[in-house]
């Protein structure tokens, strides 16, 4: 792998893992379609870890005012917006755990992310045109929080969009555009550490390379322009654009497969 190249995936990766249009897809396809070796696990690993960077620096007085107000007031609205984080990262976790070879061979085959790009976005239209979307955050009740949460866990396949699936059941459960991304982002902290923090314990030191800082470097970097042009820029839109990019995206792979550039 070359510097580039690193730079290439941890833009990849901060740009498509906050918009709902899967950052697992791209990671596995932008490298078949270039020709490219795929660069594992370990390197994916660092991405993410920049992702989750950003999320904690971009929500940073929410984070702190939410633990502190778990410690001093567990019964204020901030504490309860945290326990419910960390209910609905349950399903994603335990998905996680049992699929885990699933997800790492029979789930990366280019039609099954093609398919799941496509019906993830049917999802996000039919979502995203539903009435009277006006709930914020701490107005979601228990009941909406275990169905964002079961919708999570559908992300371990790549292509659905962990931010897609999520962002759909927000809109589901009534919330605002704006409020179910930004509860999605904040959603996305405890499955992404997570799975950090069990990634990392089974690494050679030798894996921390240059090549893993740089992907941690770029991909934070990036996913804070992806944070902020996504919350800013739904506040005046609707998500047709990414819904049209992920039917695109996925006809595309599929023709790919169709005529042979590249395999099943």
Known sequence: ???????????????????????????????????????????DVALHLGSMLAIILYFFKDWVSMFKKALTQPKSQE?????????????????????????????????????ALIMGAILLWISDRKRNLVKEIKAVGLKEIIFIGIAQALAIIPGVSRSGITITAGLLAGLKREEAAKFSFLLATPIILGAGVLKISKMELSELNLYFFIGIITSMLTAIFSIRFLLKYLRKANLSLFVIYRVILGLAILFAVTVGYIAK
């Open 1 to 43: 792998m070359s510097i580039t190249y690193a730079i290439i995936l941890g833009a990849l990766q901060g740009i498509t893992e906050f918009l709902p249009i899967s950052s697992s897809a791209h990671l596995i396809i932008v490298p078949l379609f270039l020709k490219n070796i795929y660069q594992g696990l370990t390197f």
């Open 79 to 115: 504490a309860r917006t945290l326990w419910f984080l960390l209910l609905a990262s349950l399903p994603a976790a335990l998905a996680g755990y049992k699929l885990e070879k699933a997800a790492e061979t029979f789930f990366r085959s280019p039609t099954i992310i093609a398919a």
